[in-house]
């Protein structure tokens, strides 16, 4: 009997220790429904968290969010899914988008490491698309989970003077405005080991292209000794890199649309990949895993802001194959181009030039579906008149770029108005003048600049609404107006 008692002792135990996980998973699931609903009926919240105005007392605390870790991992045996607002050891550092200044509008706490996990204020991850690559050099042994970076001597090459729009949460919703300089602002923090990440870079170079190169030997450019420094086209630039971050209620209004909804279309079409867009309703930053933008500033970077010097302006968003590798189907490489030597000549008349380079490849599309759209347009006969229907019939739509997020970055830089726009897109005008930044002038690419296989394309965005001082094509004409065919080249039978 005494040996038939510990044998169901012993079953006992091994039963309780099997179904342990089921019953943690069973609270979890409890939780949820106690703070989430599958239609997004959100647990009514603060409409604002109290402006952070003390300082972080101790460093954050040991591991608040997890069991003890196994010998054999890096991570702790329980896998934490997702948090709840009201959740034991959740509570996040307050954050105020539109507060006056740095201090009071918190910091940007986005790390899941332990000491962090349930004071978390924002969703995703530092480093846009890149924070995939962070993951596997982790999982490859090559980063420390732990790593914190050493920012010493790493602070912007210019101080750009804080802007009103920067603690204006209408004006700008789709980057941090304080995030170039943590350091400065943020000190306090990471004294005490809080992980906190810059999204912003500002630093100077000099950029060469052949372009430039050949405007110079041609004296289109002069060699000025301070914007161009050498007869090879070198120039000296200032550079702003910006990684996205989101504050949602923002970008909602932005697209038109319900908070709730951008949360649930976020969470379902990625995945499933960020449940706390559906948990926490609480947290209204959002870092997404996209491309950012680069800044070129050519001139001295005070005048950007100074409504006194005239400023040329390039929006560009990112075509690898003209702008790298200089395909002839389009016109981006050569916008590009001229939007920069545009640039340079204001500078150089005492002015300020800025291009600003957007990572959106394929119109925010993708290179392999715009590879597919060559495909079919080469395919079919590739006539203007048939060029949007092509993109439609591949993507769903013609163009994701969606411009209501791009005059962030004006804001962020002071800019209210633009004398000379190096653009013809009627979509990034009407955004940029939406948000109450003047345009003087409208400049379309020079006529002898635009490729003979790109007139496709050109013709057909003029037809669509681009700007233009030259003719503008009926449907019928552009049905007149081919690209280059494939006539000699051997293709694939299909």
């Not at 319900?258 to 379902?268: A, N």
Request: aromatic fraction near 8%.
């Amino acid at each position: 009997m005494m040996y038939l008692a510990k044998c169901n002792t012993l079953l006992c135990l091994l039963l309780f220790v099997s179904l342990f996980p089921l019953l943690i998973s069973f609270l979890e699931i409890t939780l949820s429904k106690k703070y989430s609903h599958s239609s997004l009926c959100f647990v009514p919240m603060p409409e604002s968290i109290p402006i952070a105005t003390t300082e972080p007392e101790v460093p954050p605390g040991e591991d608040i969010g997890s069991s003890p870790k196994s010998p054999k991992s890096q991570f702790s045996k329980h896998i934490l899914l997702t948090t709840y607002p009201g959740q034991n050891g959740v509570d996040p550092v307050p954050l105020q988008w539109g507060a006056p200044d740095a201090k009071s509008r918190g910091p940007i706490v986005a790390s899941r490491h332990p000491s962090q996990l349930k004071r978390r204020n924002a969703m995703g991850a530092h480093g846009g698309s890149y924070s995939i690559y962070n993951a596997l050099a982790i999982a490859a042994g090559d980063l420390p989970t732990d790593f914190k970076p050493d920012f010493n001597n790493t602070e912007p090459t210019f101080d750009f003077p804080v802007q009103p729009a920067w603690s204006d949460p209408k004006k700008i919703v789709s980057l941090d405005p304080f995030g170039h300089d943590i350091v400065k602002h943020f000190k306090s923090y990471l004294d005490v080991g809080w992980d906190l990440r810059p999204s912003m870079a500002i630093t100077r170079a000099n950029m060469r292209l052949s372009e430039i190169e050949k405007a110079v030997s041609e004296g289109q450019i002069e060699v000025d000794g301070s914007i161009v420094i050498g007869k090879n086209g070198d120039v000296r630039v200032t550079k702003v890199a910006v990684e996205p971050v989101w504050y949602l209620p923002g970008v909602a209004e932005r697209f038109g649309v319900d908070e709730s909804l951008l949360r649930r279309t976020l969470f379902e079409h990625t995945g499933g990949s960020y449940p706390e867009l559906i948990t926490r309703p609480d947290l209204k930053v959002f870092l997404p895993p996209i491309g950012g933008l680069t800044v070129y500033i050519f001139g001295p970077p005070e005048r950007v802001s100074d409504e006194n010097v005239k400023l040329a302006l390039r929006i560009h968003d990112e075509c690898n194959g003209s702008d790298v590798f200089q395909s002839d189907i389009c016109t981006c490489r050569p916008y590009l181009a001229f939007g920069i030597q545009e640039a340079i000549k204001e500078a150089q008349n005492g002015g300020s030039g800025v291009v600003i380079y957007f990572r959106k490849e394929g119109r925010a599309l993708g290179e392999v579906v715009k590879y597919l759209v060559y495909n079919a347009r080469k395919r079919g006969g590739d006539t203007a008149d048939k060029y949007f229907e092509r993109t439609e019939n591949v993507a769903g739509v013609r163009d994701m770029r969606f411009q209501a997020l791009m005059p962030d970055i004006l804001h962020w830089l002071g800019i209210t108005k633009i004398d000379r726009m190096l653009s013809m897109s009627n979509m990034k005008h009407d955004a940029i003048v939406a948000q109450g930044i003047k345009i003087l002038e409208r400049i379309p690419i020079p006529e002898d600049m635009i490729p003979q296989d790109s007139r496709v394309e050109i013709d057909a965005k003029i037809n669509a609404g681009y700007f233009t001082t030259g003719k503008t094509f009926t449907m019928e004409e552009l049905a007149q107006v081919k690209g280059r065919g494939w006539e000699k080249w051997e293709d694939v039978t299909h």
